[in-house]
């Protein structure tokens, strides 16, 4: 598995598995994932399923270390202290006593309070690195108003419909590595009929997920494709022997609607009822 080598030197896997609505009945799939090449795991205390990822990756066979664990700090559990105290949490159900990253999971009320938490964990060397998602570059700008620590990851809804290249061009500028959620729209966007992508997957001789997943990766950023499908999962490992041409990243450039599958991260009415959602 090829590597991001973050703004701190820590190597990040560059494809992970995410496992967001991976029931308990399917850690057949983690295990199977991680036996056949995938090294990361994206899940968050939100999904329910940190300790499935603690039993999936004692079951594979793999050491602890061998594989870079991200969890996330749920909108109910901001602030400092309270901060401190889910991500003991997380780690008890991840039965680690380090994450290779820990994320603010949406930039609620108090993220400036929990990144100064985060911070903490960080210095103490409790985390190997420290990172936010669905941070627009407003909030970012206004995180590195409050702190020394400029976050090393930003995990960002994107794909050809919503390629964020605003917010890219910051991330890239400021050494922060722009991961994908939701390559493929949840695939329910139609992306996989998208008559451009599926051209392009006859050409490469791919699918057109492939081509997604492969096209994120020309741009630099990081993919945590979810399935629980040996298939799809080995399809979704298997995008790095083909590059697109300026042309074909240009055509894909333009398939952009600029929009969001999702609630926009500067609602202040979601962010507050989330944080009632446990
Ligand atoms: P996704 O875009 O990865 O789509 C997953 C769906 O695509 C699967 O359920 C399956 O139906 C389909 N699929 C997967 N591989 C395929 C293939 N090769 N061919 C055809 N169909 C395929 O959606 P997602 O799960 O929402 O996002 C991926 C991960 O991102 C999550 O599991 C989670 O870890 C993370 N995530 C983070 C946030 C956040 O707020 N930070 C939000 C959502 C998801």
Same mark, same amino acid.
């Given at each position: 598995?090829? $590597?991001?080598?973050?703004?701190?030197?820590?190597?990040?896997?560059?494809?992970?598995?995410?496992?967001?609505?991976?029931? *308990?009945?399917?850690?057949?799939?983690?295990?199977?994932?991680?036996?056949?090449?995938?090294?990361? @795991?994206?899940?968050?205390? +939100?999904?329910? $399923?940190?300790?499935?990822?603690?039993?999936? @990756?004692?079951?594979?066979?793999?050491?602890?270390?061998?594989?870079?664990?991200?969890?996330?700090?749920?909108?109910?559990?901001?602030?400092?202290?309270?901060?401190?105290?889910?991500?003991?949490?997380?780690?008890?159900?991840?039965?680690?006593?380090?994450?290779?990253?820990?994320?603010?999971?949406?930039?609620?009320?108090?993220?400036?309070?929990?990144?100064?938490?985060?911070? *903490?964990?960080?210095?103490?060397?409790?985390?190997?690195?420290?990172?936010?998602?669905?941070?627009?570059?407003?909030?970012? *700008? *206004?995180?590195?108003?409050?702190?020394?620590?400029?976050?090393?990851?930003?995990?960002?809804?994107? $794909?050809?419909? @919503?390629?964020?290249?605003?917010?890219?061009?910051?991330?890239?500028?400021?050494? @922060?590595?722009?991961?994908?959620?939701?390559?493929?729209?949840?695939?329910?966007? $139609?992306?996989?009929?998208?008559?451009?992508?599926?051209?392009?997957?006859?050409?490469?001789?791919?699918?057109?997920?492939?081509?997604? +997943?492969?096209?994120?990766?020309?741009?630099?950023?990081?993919?945590?494709?979810?399935?629980?499908?040996?298939?799809? +999962?080995?399809?979704?490992?298997?995008?790095?022997?083909?590059?697109?041409?300026?042309?074909?990243?240009?055509?894909?450039?333009?398939?952009?609607?600029?929009?969001?599958?999702?609630?926009?991260?500067?609602?202040? +009415?979601?962010?507050?009822?989330?944080?009632?959602?446990?």
């Amino acid at each position: 598995m090829e $590597n991001f080598l973050l703004s701190n030197g820590v190597p990040m896997p560059k494809i992970g598995l995410g496992v967001y609505q991976v029931k *308990e009945d399917q850690e057949d799939a983690i295990i199977w994932a991680l036996q056949h090449g995938y090294r990361r @795991i994206d899940t968050a205390a +939100l999904y329910h $399923n940190e300790q499935m990822v603690a039993d999936a @990756i004692k079951q594979s066979g793999l050491k602890r270390e061998d594989v870079f664990i991200t969890t996330k700090l749920w909108n109910s559990d901001h602030g400092r202290e309270k901060t401190l105290a889910a991500f003991e949490k997380s780690l008890a159900r991840l039965d680690t006593d380090y994450a290779d990253l820990y994320l603010i999971h949406w930039p609620s009320a108090h993220y400036v309070e929990s990144w100064q938490a985060i911070t *903490e964990l960080y210095n103490k060397g409790r985390i190997r690195a420290a990172g936010v998602a669905n941070f627009t570059q407003k909030q970012l *700008e *206004e995180l590195d108003r409050h702190s020394d620590l400029v976050p090393m990851v930003d995990q960002v809804q994107t $794909n050809p419909y @919503i390629q964020q290249r605003g917010l890219h061009r910051y991330l890239t500028d400021h050494q @922060i590595q722009h991961e994908a959620w939701g390559p493929f729209g949840h695939g329910n966007q $139609n992306l996989f009929r998208q008559p451009y992508l599926m051209e392009l997957a006859a050409k490469y001789k791919k699918t057109t997920a492939q081509v997604i +997943l492969h096209w994120n990766l020309q741009r630099d950023i990081a993919i945590i494709p979810k399935s629980v499908h040996p298939d799809r +999962l080995q399809e979704n490992l298997d995008v790095f022997d083909f590059m697109l041409d300026d042309q074909e990243m240009d055509q894909i450039a333009s398939l952009d609607k600029h929009g969001r599958h999702f609630v926009d991260p500067e609602n202040k +009415l979601f962010l507050w009822l989330s944080s009632f959602i446990h």
